[in-house]
T-cell receptor
Framework: DAKTTQPNSMESNEEEPVHLPCNHSTISGTDYIHWYRQLPSQGPEYVIHGLTSNVNNRMASLAIAEDRKSSTLILHRATLRDAAVYYCILESNAGGTSYGKLTFGQGTILTVHP | DSGVTQTPKHLITATGQRVTLRCSPRSGDLSVYWYQQSLDQGLQFLIQYYNGEERAKGNILERFSAQQFPDLHSELNLSSLELGDSALYFC????????????FGEGSWLTVV
């Protein structure tokens, strides 16, 4: 499976935008980029996913580099509730692959200051 | 609330024992996944069932087994427990076996003493 690299931790102030980077230089042309987050004492929660184009939803935006070797999760206005571990995951679209077989890395611990 | 229900929430048992973790997927979801989260290994995929059939296997030990029943609930059986099996076990579900959002439960904390 292609690997992702994320900073171990990041800090932000409440109400400010947060840009969480992810490097995936060995991504294949059919790999989807997924972001999940895990709040304290909870299971992982889906945030967003994309293939080539930038994506927006009510939670966040996903900016994907033109060469697809990196991506950035953007939280437009961080709240205290956004403090979590954020995981960038590549999902292979190869034939026969289980779409739920996600390979979680160490993720980025996001701290949000009041 | 993701809609995925796991029981029990906490479980303490002794080495060598056997436990069963139960999962009720979201209404209508056909796929169930089991993940293990430990301090040293992080979140690891164990196994997936789709409509009662095993679909994919990850790093699941031979001492562990799972099944999905006709009503789509799933059970993860852990036997001959060792101290290293202490972890948080998550169940997740999705509508089908294609690209869907995966919804995770709140997990079952297993402590082996």
């Amino acid at each position: 499976d292609a690997k992702t690299t994320q900073p171990n931790s990041m800090e932000s102030n409440e109400e400010e935008p947060v840009h969480l980077p992810c490097n995936h230089s060995t991504i294949s042309g059919t790999d989807y980029i997924h972001w999940y987050r895990q709040l304290p004492s909870q299971g992982p929660e889906y945030v967003i996913h994309g293939l080539t184009s930038n994506v927006n939803n009510r939670m966040a935006s996903l900016a994907i580099a033109e060469d697809r070797k990196s991506s950035t999760l953007i939280l437009h206005r961080a709240t205290l509730r956004d403090a979590a571990v954020y995981y960038c995951i590549l999902e292979s679209n190869a034939g026969g692959t289980s779409y739920g077989k996600l390979t979680f890395g160490q993720g980025t611990i996001l701290t949000v200051h009041p | 609330d993701s809609g995925v229900t796991q029981t029990p929430k906490h479980l303490i048992t002794a080495t060598g024992q056997r436990v069963t973790l139960r999962c009720s997927p979201r209404s209508g979801d056909l796929s169930v996944y089991w993940y293990q989260q430990s301090l040293d290994q992080g979140l690891q995929f164990l196994i997936q069932y789709y409509n009662g059939e095993e679909r994919a296997k990850g790093n699941i030990l031979e001492r562990f087994s799972a099944q999905q029943f006709p009503d789509l609930h799933s059970e993860l059986n852990l036997s001959s427990l060792e101290l290293g099996d202490s972890a948080l076990y998550f169940c997740a579900s999705s509508p089908g076996d294609s690209r869907n959002t995966i919804y995770f439960g709140e997990g079952s904390w297993l402590t082996v003493v």
